[in-house]
């Protein structure tokens, strides 16, 4: 089974990497672009039956610092 | 006074910690992150600057878990000092030893070049070598050193006097120009600029020796 984390900084955290792909939109003669947030999707090939708790885990300790980011699961 | 400095894959200021520090009068040894525990009578522990893990995931994540914060981790509970410089800060707050977070600069760039500090506290063994509100300078060189933290918990640091030292013209977008903090205790510093790259003159800059010598001797006194 395959989990997919999206991981993306919180509301509030400025994001300077989406502020630079704003500005590059912008440039290339896109139009109406009013924000751009980058984030980060995190693969996981798991084990059958692991829990949606143990993938909460493994955001909490590891792959979201929820300092700054917030991240959610899906389940493929 | 025994100090230690953890060497994480990617770490790359060890050995300019480990000088610094032995010139400050310490002994220092070299820990392994699969290490598992600190040498007996450990004073300091200095987390160094570098990329460590190559900085992959988040700057600092990865050694946050590795096998040797655990020990560091009590080490910090009982009492220790700890040091955690540019990779050995954004390590100190992933481990959640600090709080905030280091940010992306604001302007993207790494950025390599003296910055001038002024120091907000002298309320902890790092900083009591200055006056307050010095002015000094030290090498920053790094490409996440842009400090997050939600307003009140900058506002806990600024009323429990745990800002080390500020910046005195912002390069990263630092919220209130913090360059480093102090843990509720004052016994852990994580900072971004390099006092290990201004510590003898060949450096050209001495401003940070100042802190290694007056950190080994009060650690001695105390």
Same mark, same amino acid.
């Given at each position: 089974?395959?989990?997919?984390?999206?991981?993306?900084?919180?509301?509030?955290?400025?994001?300077?990497?989406?502020?630079?792909?704003?500005?590059?939109?912008?440039?290339?003669?896109?139009?109406?672009?009013?924000?751009?947030?980058?984030?980060?999707?995190?693969?996981?090939?798991?084990?059958?039956?692991?829990?949606?708790?143990?993938?909460?885990?493994?955001?909490?300790?590891?792959?979201?610092?929820?300092?700054?980011?917030?991240?959610?699961?899906?389940?493929? | !006074?025994?100090?230690?400095?953890?060497?994480?894959?990617?770490?790359?200021?060890?050995?300019?910690?480990?000088?610094?520090?032995?010139?400050?009068?310490?002994?220092?040894? !070299?820990?392994?992150?699969?290490?598992?525990?600190?040498?007996?009578?450990?004073?300091?522990?200095?987390?160094?600057?570098?990329?460590?893990?190559?900085?992959?995931?988040?700057?600092?994540? *990865?050694?946050? @878990?590795?096998?040797?914060?655990?020990?560091?981790?009590?080490?910090?509970?009982?009492?220790?000092?700890?040091?955690?410089?540019?990779?050995?800060?954004?390590?100190?707050?992933?481990?959640?030893?600090?709080?905030?977070?280091?940010?992306? @600069?604001?302007?993207?760039?790494? *950025?390599?070049?003296?910055?001038?500090?002024?120091?907000?506290?002298?309320?902890? /063994?790092?900083?009591?070598?200055?006056?307050?509100?010095?002015?000094?300078?030290?090498?920053?060189?790094?490409?996440?050193?842009?400090?997050?933290?939600?307003?009140?918990?900058?506002?806990?640091?600024?009323?429990?006097?745990? /800002?080390?030292?500020?910046?005195?013209? @912002?390069?990263?977008?630092?919220?209130?120009?913090?360059?480093?903090?102090?843990?509720? @205790?004052?016994?852990?510093?994580?900072?971004?600029?390099?006092?290990?790259?201004?510590?003898?003159?060949?450096?050209?800059?001495?401003?940070?020796?100042?802190?290694?010598?007056?950190?080994?001797?009060?650690?001695?006194?105390?």
């Amino acid at each position: 089974m395959k989990a997919r984390v999206h991981v993306m900084l919180k509301d509030g955290v400025l994001d300077p990497q989406g502020e630079a792909i704003r500005h590059a939109l912008g440039a290339l003669g896109f139009s109406g672009v009013d924000g751009v947030r980058q984030g980060k999707v995190i693969e996981l090939d798991l084990s059958d039956g692991t829990s949606d708790d143990e993938i909460a885990r493994m955001c909490e300790t590891l792959l979201a610092n929820t300092v700054i980011e917030s991240y959610r699961i899906e389940r493929l | !006074m025994k100090a230690v400095v953890t060497v994480f894959p990617g770490s790359n200021c060890d050995r300019d910690m480990k000088v610094a520090l032995e010139r400050a009068g310490c002994s220092v040894t !070299m820990v392994w992150h699969k290490d598992t525990a600190l040498p007996e009578g450990t004073d300091l522990v200095a987390v160094p600057g570098g990329f460590s893990f190559g900085d992959y995931l988040r700057c600092g994540a *990865i050694a946050a @878990n590795a096998p040797i914060l655990a020990p560091l981790r009590a080490h910090a509970e009982r009492g220790g000092y700890v040091l955690g410089v540019c990779n050995g800060f954004q390590v100190l707050t992933e481990a959640g030893l600090l709080p905030g977070a280091l940010l992306r @600069n604001a302007g993207l760039k790494y *950025i390599c070049r003296t910055v001038g500090l002024s120091i907000s506290t002298t309320n902890s /063994v790092f900083t009591s070598a200055y006056e307050q509100d010095a002015r000094i300078a030290l090498p920053i060189a790094h490409h996440d050193g842009n400090y997050f933290a939600d307003e009140a918990t900058l506002d806990r640091l600024e009323g429990e006097g745990r /800002v080390a030292m500020r910046y005195t013209d @912002n390069p990263n977008g630092s919220a209130r120009d913090i360059a480093g903090i102090l843990s509720e @205790n004052a016994r852990v510093l994580g900072m971004m600029p390099h006092p290990e790259r201004a510590a003898e003159s060949a450096h050209g800059n001495e401003d940070g020796a100042r802190l290694f010598a007056h950190l080994t001797e009060a650690v001695l006194r105390a």
